[in-house]
């Protein structure tokens, strides 16, 4: 089993930044590949972002492209979310998710631990 929880959030006036964060413990957290998903009041769950196991790949939605960035520490077990220029639209909570797998994984079905998240709000 691998828990993961996810800290950081807050409320931020538009335009600025959130440094999310996801801490893992149990199973190897080096084997995982993580995203980050987000869901909206009346809205669906949608991706984020997402890193390889290694680092080396990351993806992001492109409504947050050259905004946030993911990013990974596998000795500390942690993966993080750097968010900047934030706009009201990224309201939302924020889940960390992991998946075994050795490339990036867009789909929330291929995950298979989550947080239970964490809030953001941005305001106009």
């Known amino acids: 089993q691998v828990q993961l929880v996810e800290s950081g959030g807050g409320l931020v006036q538009a335009g600025g930044s959130l440094r999310l964060s996801c801490k893992a413990s149990g199973r190897t957290f080096s084997s995982f590949a993580m995203g980050w998903f987000r869901q909206a009041p009346g809205k669906e769950r949608e991706f984020v972002a997402a890193i390889s196991w290694s680092g080396d790949s990351t993806r992001y939605r492109d409504s947050v492209k050259g905004r946030f960035t993911i990013s990974r520490d596998n000795d500390e077990n942690t993966v993080y979310l750097q968010m900047n220029s934030l706009k009201p639209e990224d309201t939302a909570v924020y889940f960390c998710?992991?998946?075994?797998?050795?490339?990036?994984?867009?789909?929330?079905?291929?995950?298979?631990?989550w947080g239970r998240g964490t809030q953001v709000t941005v305001s106009s």
């Open positions: 998710a992991g998946g075994l797998s050795s490339g990036l994984l867009l789909l929330a079905k291929l995950y298979d631990y």
